[in-house]
């Protein structure tokens, strides 16, 4: 069980960021109508607010670098917690932003996951 939830969590990260990166738009699939997102403080909910946040971020090019994933089961009905940090290169930019996200995924119709919850937040100093 522990192996599989790692592998999840894996794979839902590594598709998140590359779409993310490359396609931010397609994005919305990840989410539904009871979605939630914090982001830097302010709550989003509902997959189209959420889209429409991440679309109007002030940077339309990025490139995340991920340093760790840690997953959990969070409970009996297979959903899945993951934990990501790791930085976020933008261009022009000679630094890169070291930040935190926390992902809870919850079972859909199908055998895929869809996110109930994103924490986003940019680690300073």
Do not use: W
Request: proline residues 3%; aromatic residues 12%; negative net charge.
């Amino acid at each position: 069980m522990e192996e599989q939830v790692e592998l999840v969590g894996r794979a839902f990260v590594d598709t998140y960021y590359h779409l993310f990166d490359n396609d931010r738009a397609a994005l919305s699939s990840l989410y539904q109508a009871t979605s939630m997102l914090t982001f830097e403080g302010q709550k989003v909910v509902g997959a189209q607010a959420i889209s429409e946040k991440l679309m109007q971020l002030p940077f339309d090019k990025c490139q995340h670098h991920i340093s760790t994933i840690d997953s959990q089961p969070s409970s009996a009905s297979g959903g899945i917690v993951v934990f990501v940090s790791g930085s976020l290169a933008l261009p022009g930019e000679e630094h890169q932003l070291r930040f935190g996200q926390m992902f809870h995924l919850i079972p859909s119709a199908g055998g895929s996951f869809f996110v109930q919850n994103d924490m986003f937040r940019l680690n300073y100093g």
